[in-house]
């Protein structure tokens, strides 16, 4: 399960996608509000068990990463690509999923709670299209 500890003092949220596999590579997990540019690439990155709550991640490419424990909660993920990603044990609770792609992804002990896909509740990512 991702961080559940506090914002860090003097937090501030990643600029780029760059940055923050960076800051990640560096021991940092809080990453929560960050907004990146639709596209940001994190293929085959490992951001395990990182705070990705209420960040704008649209249309970011996921495909193989390790997102094991990681938290969206509350994220916008529309049209990201999480195929062949691992997805285990990770929480996407009031998460936008519209377009999103799970294909070939690892989504045992996902959460989904509150999630959408096109404003139509998810009960798994396994509901997904693609």
Do not use: H
Not at 103 to 128: H, K, N
Request: charged share 25%; net charge negative; hydrophobic share 40%.
């Amino acid at each position: 399960m991702a961080d559940q500890q506090a914002q860090p003092p003097g937090y501030r949220p990643s600029a780029s996608a760059e940055e923050l596999l960076r800051r990640y590579q560096a021991g940092e997990r809080w990453f929560a509000g960050t907004e990146l540019p639709d596209g940001a690439v994190f293929r085959g990155a490992d951001l395990s068990g990182a705070n990705l709550r209420a960040c704008w991640l649209s249309d970011a490419d996921f495909r193989g990463a390790d997102l094991r424990g990681t938290a969206f909660d509350g994220s916008n993920l529309k049209l990201s690509d999480f195929r062949d990603a691992d997805l285990s044990g990770a929480s996407l609770r009031e998460a936008l999923l519209c377009g999103a792609k799970v294909r070939g992804a690892r989504i045992e002990g996902t959460a989904v709670d509150g999630a959408t896909f096109y404003g139509a509740p998810l009960v798994s990512l396994g509901d997904l299209p693609g």
